[in-house]
């Protein structure tokens, strides 16, 4: 099985952006974490602050893995152009978000996303990623 996730803008940043919001580890070592607990999958990782390479890379891959888990972090409440390429695709992409945006800010309650997204988990911190994860091996 291959799953990618993809992180959208200054989640690069993770463990030093916010910490009381997005906490305080690196998403490096979540990664290493989550494919030390699934062996079994092939778990990539692609990371853009530019909206045009994370479409390229939903393109590149959405015919052929079997899942992609994507925080599109600002793009969720903007982009209808990911909205577009997540619905041209076959692959089932997750929406994930780290903080529970309802709880946030008005303008993060709205996401473009949800609707072409087989599903939505947020609020977790960052095991929502591996919610998601858990979410596609079951199918």
Known sequence: MQILII???NLNLLGR???T???????TDYL???????PQIQIAYFQSN???ELIDKLQEV???YDG????AGAYTHTSIALHDCIRAIETPVIEVHISNVHAREEFRHHSYLSAVCKGVICGFGLDSYRLAVEA???G
């Open 68 to 71: 992609i888990v994507l925080n």
């Open 136 to 138: 596609l091996v079951r």
């Open 7 to 9: 992180n959208g803008p």
């Open 32 to 38: 290493e974490m989550l494919r030390s607990q699934y």
């Open 62 to 64: 959405g015919f052929s």
């Open 21 to 27: 919001v997005y906490g305080s580890s690196s998403f």
């Open 17 to 19: 952006r916010e910490p």
């Open 50 to 52: 530019v909206e045009g």
